[in-house]
T-cell receptor, first 111, second 113 residues
Framework: KQEVTQIPAALSVPEGENLVLNCSFT??????LQWFRQDPGKGLTSLLL?????REQTSGRLNASLDKSSGRSTLYIAASQPGDSATYLC??????????FGPGTRLSVLP | KAGVTQTPRYLIKTRGQQVTLSCSPI?????VSWYQQTPGQGLQFLFE???????NKGNFPGRFSGRQFSNSRSEMNVSTLELGDSALYLC????????????FGNGTRLTVT
């Protein structure tokens, strides 16, 4: 059974800092991994999707990497801004299975 | 292009009642899945529908059911509501089953009193 964990559970940084969020999964036979952000009371917004054959994906200030062999993914946010404050969730999908979500990392970027 | 639309946004129900939630996927998306989000359990998968057929089901009691219509719109029903059913219910769609990227709606906040 796939299990997904995220460290840290919460993070507070000053504006402008570069930061890394971590996602770990127990079953490395994944089909893909997707990073989302969620603002309070809202749905999830897709940030980056990494297929199992890929090592990383980039979008603007965001870069996500995937290391299947170690069961880890990282989301790198460059030059953080107050608008980046949200909860970040990673979700993993194995072949023929549904997505399994991590508990999220609550990020606060202080002006 | 309109995103995933969920109605209603908020619901307050009493224990023992039943409730129906609605989800309209992004145009052209044929797969719809439902998730329950609570502070204690996080995001948990309920079920997924593709072409009006349930393709996958999570570990929830039979009180939770769903269906998908020929236009890909989906409904989720919860019968005999319990206090623990209070949660944010999220719907997500994908273009076709093989397209992996999930797109979420803003959810329906259900409160059971």
């Amino acid at each position: 059974k796939q299990e997904v964990t995220q460290i840290p559970a919460a993070l507070s940084v000053p504006e402008g800092e570069n930061l890394v969020l971590n996602c770990s999964f127990t079953d490395s036979a994944i089909y893909n991994l997707q990073w989302f952000r969620q603002d309070p009371g809202k749905g999830l917004t897709s940030l980056l999707l990494i297929q199992s054959s890929q090592r990383e994906q980039t979008s603007g200030r965001l870069n996500a990497s995937l290391d299947k062999s170690s069961g880890r993914s990282t989301l790198y946010i460059a030059a953080s801004q107050p608008g980046d404050s949200a909860t970040y969730l990673c979700a993993v999908r194995n072949y023929g299975q549904n997505f399994v979500f991590g508990p999220g990392t609550r990020l606060s970027v202080l002006p | 292009k309109a995103g995933v639309t969920q109605t209603p946004r908020y619901l307050i129900k009493t224990r023992g009642q039943q409730v129906t939630l609605s989800c309209s996927p992004i145009s052209g998306h044929r797969s719809v899945s439902w998730y329950q989000q609570t502070p204690g359990q996080g995001l948990q998968f309920l079920f997924e529908y593709f072409s009006e057929t349930q393709r996958n089901k999570g570990n929830f009691p039979g009180r939770f059911s769903g269906r998908q219509f020929s236009n890909s719109r989906s409904e989720m029903n919860v019968s005999t509501l319990e206090l623990g059913d209070s949660a944010l219910y999220l719907c997500a769609s994908r273009k076709i089953e093989q397209t992996p990227e999930l797109h979420f709606g803003n959810g329906t906040r259900l409160t059971v009193t």
